[in-house]
């Protein structure tokens, strides 16, 4: 590494939900030449080895987008900035004039900005009045923004991080923390080392790194998880293993369409005794009820999970069995016990979630189809009442079909590579050719190939914004240094754009500051009250959790209990999301999916993410040190599947799905589980999206990644 360091900056990793606090070393010349982790951030100086190499990433100027591209007789040519703004501008205006608003539409990112993503919302939402707006979270978190909003009344965590010092039981069922959030296994590991009474559950059907520290591992058959949910309840409601003054005081039962008793819901887990369940589940029930009992009886029970819940057919029931879990035993409300979904994204919860910028929301908690939060908001943006349309906008997958289908004409795509993260993805690039499409990007991507337009973005420390991570924390990244090339920063581009199609008056919020100090008063308006961040206090704090109504108030670690300045005097613990203050256990039955093994299609197909390459891997793949420890892109499988398809390491295959076929290279572990093989989705040279079924949850939206009914045949 070069050197010397002239000056360390606070920051924070811009990859993961995590949110590491970093310390960005940058010499005379204003070049990054040393990363390190936060000492005094929450990861506690702990990193990963994408954090460590931001340095890389950021002096990859070679593969850097330097200027705007018109897309001219086929060809993407260079062109000014001028040239490449009143284009779009032109393309939306006759879009807007000719078929209306609901014609353009805005697909985001959970890496951008809270900053760009509430400008982005506002212009769309407020300005130009239509509602699709979506963007990357809808595939990596909806199922759990809607659980945890079903069940508390309000989205995100009730607890934190600091309750994995606090845990003694944790539950980790569809994440592979050890991979996908370094720092967080850390720190569960320091937990267990610390205290032998700790113990690990983890649920996967794979035997992830994760799985291999487990003292349960419970490789469940894909797709059937919802059983061992169910049938824990049914344990903890049989062997009288439930709270009850819990449930009594701060419970309230529901079938989905009305309250129900507490009877009903022990009648509707009878069809889910473990010993109905055990076959199907592929858990014996002796192991279902071991479980069940750690997960009651331990003195405080963390659960983690990620897109093994959300990217599922019942992504939402799933969430909202795994908050039940917690709500029945107790377990919540205090120090280490806690439902805890982490997200995938840097900024998927501030960025996308709390500003509303999915289709069916409005910023903080506030949905588009409830009248009273259409007219709030319209009285903060200072729009007419009724500008902003009551039915919810076009949702990722519901996007790119209405792009195939011609009716959206003219989209906006910032700091997002579809091309490649959707699933069942050669279906929808139709539309993206059809499209007259605005990349906004600081790399070429594969979305980048089929762009009219394409702009260079200012990336990580070139600009200044913030970012919330999966705790509720607030983060600020600091400037430090100019944008690359003619790159301009996605709320310049944002702001550019909507002066130019008569918005200036209304976006104006102009500079990261300004936005922020608008969203901020905004928020006071809600229960996400943030008011007290100010600009000046992130720039000294490690970040700040809300609600924080208050200059000088500390921020919450733990929601719906005193500390919470929204719990009021005197309650222990008051679910204020909620009109009669208690959270909701829902009936949830299992479903399931349509993608199910059967003679023809004999083989699970699941696909995740490898700790080295960040999900396309459009800044990962240029850092030679993260692409050479991931290697190319490969099916991954278990030598009984080996054995059974006659294939050996390196040879390459052909998967089929009900979606598609692809070629690719098989490597051999023991590590997965046999009739499930396991691919990444980084490399553009393998395309696994190409057969990753787009089936979705019918609430959430949101795909199901994760299970994949295939057939393997040898090239
Ligand atoms: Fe960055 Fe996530 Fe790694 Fe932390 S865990 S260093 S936020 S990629």
Not at 24 to 43: F, P, S, T
Not at 169 to 185: D, K, L, Q, R
Not at 203 to 220: F, G, I, M, N, S
């Amino acid at each position: 590494k070069e050197g010397p360091v002239a000056k360390w900056h606070k920051s924070v990793c811009r990859y993961c939900g995590t949110g590491c606090g970093v310390m960005l070393g940058l010499d005379k010349n204003e070049k990054l030449v040393r990363v390190r982790g936060d000492q005094e951030a929450h990861n506690k100086g702990v990193i990963c080895i994408k954090g460590s190499l931001l340095d890389e990433l950021m002096e990859k100027k070679e593969a850097r987008l330097t200027t705007p591209k018109i897309r001219k007789n086929g060809k993407l040519v260079e062109a000014s900035w001028e040239e490449a703004m009143s284009l779009v501008a032109e393309k939306f205006k006759s879009s807007i004039e000719e078929n209306g608003p609901n014609s353009v539409a805005y697909y985001g990112s959970g890496q951008l900005y809270i900053e760009e993503s509430y400008t982005a919302n506002k212009l769309f939402k407020g300005g130009i009045g239509t509602n699709n707006v979506d963007g990357n979270p809808r595939l990596c978190m909806a199922s759990a923004a809607v659980g945890y909003t079903q069940t508390f009344g309000k989205d995100e965590p009730a607890g934190c991080f600091d309750d994995i010092d606090h845990a003694e039981t944790f539950f980790v069922i569809g994440s592979n923390a050890y991979e996908c959030h370094p720092p967080v296994w850390e720190r569960v590991m320091r937990r267990k080392a610390a205290n032998p009474k700790v113990k690990i559950i983890v649920v996967d059907p794979r035997r992830t790194k994760t799985a291999q520290h487990a003292d349960y591992y419970l490789p469940v058959v894909p797709g059937t998880d919802m059983l061992l949910l169910n049938a824990m309840a049914h344990v903890i409601i049989n062997d009288r293993l439930y709270s009850e003054e819990y449930v009594n005081k701060y419970i309230s039962f529901n079938d989905g369409k009305a309250e129900v008793s507490f009877e009903e819901y022990k009648a509707f887990l009878e069809d889910y005794e473990p010993e109905k369940v055990a076959a199907e589940l592929g858990i014996s029930a002796q192991i279902i009820r071991e479980v069940a009992y750690y997960f009651a009886t331990s003195k405080a029970t963390m659960s983690l999970w990620t897109m093994g819940l959300n990217q599922r057919v019942q992504g939402v029931f799933l969430n909202n069995n795994m908050n039940s879990l917690h709500l029945l035993t107790g377990q919540i409300n205090k120090k280490g016990a806690t439902p805890m979904s982490m997200t995938g994204q840097s900024n998927a919860c501030g960025g996308v979630r709390d500003t509303g910028s999915l289709s069916h929301l409005l910023p903080n908690g506030r949905l588009v189809a409830k009248a009273e939060h259409r007219a709030e908001v319209e009285k903060l943006w200072g729009i007419p009442a009724g500008k902003i349309q009551e039915k919810p906008g076009y949702n990722a997958l519901s996007l790119f079909q209405a792009m195939n289908d011609e009716k959206v004409k003219a989209t906006l795509v910032m700091c997002t590579n579809p091309a490649q993260s959707l699933p069942n993805v050669a279906h929808y690039l139709p539309g993206m050719e059809k499209t007259f499409m605005c990349v906004v990007d600081a790399f070429e991507t594969e979305t980048s190939k089929y762009a009219d337009v394409l702009l260079p973005a200012a990336l990580y420390i070139e600009k200044e914004g913030t970012y919330g991570q999966t705790e509720r924390r607030y983060q600020l990244i600091q400037k430090l240094r100019e944008p690359y090339g003619d790159s301009r920063s996605d709320l310049d581009i944002l702001v550019d754009l909507a002066e130019r199609l008569g918005y200036g008056d209304f976006i104006k919020s102009k500079t990261s500051k300004e936005v922020w100090d608008e969203y901020r008063e905004f928020s006071s308006h809600s229960k996400y009250n943030f008011m007290g961040m100010t600009r000046e206090r992130l720039a000294k704090e490690r970040g700040l959790q809300w609600p924080c109504p208050t200059e000088d108030h500390p921020g919450t670690a733990r929601r719906y209990i005193p500390g919470d300045p929204f719990v009021p005097e005197g309650k222990e613990v008051y679910f204020y999301g909620k009109p009669n203050g208690k959270a909701t256990v829902f009936m949830r039955p299992y479903l399931r999916g349509n993608e199910k093994t059967d003679a023809n299609m004999p083989t699970y197909l699941t696909t995740g993410r490898v700790v080295s390459q960040w999900h396309t891997g459009t800044m990962t793949r240029e850092v030679a040190e993260l692409n050479s420890q991931s290697g190319p892109g490969r099916f991954v499988m278990h030598p009984q599947d080996a054995a059974h398809y006659q294939v050996k390491e390196g040879d390459v295959i052909i998967v089929n799905s009900s979606r598609g076929e692809m070629k690719g290279t098989v490597s051999i572990s023991e590590n997965e589980t046999p009739g499930v093989v396991f691919a990444a989705f980084y490399d553009p040279e393998f395309m696994i999206n190409d057969v990753v079924s787009d089936d979705h949850d019918p609430i959430s939206f949101q795909p199901d990644y994760k299970v994949t009914a295939i057939n393997i045949s040898k090239s």
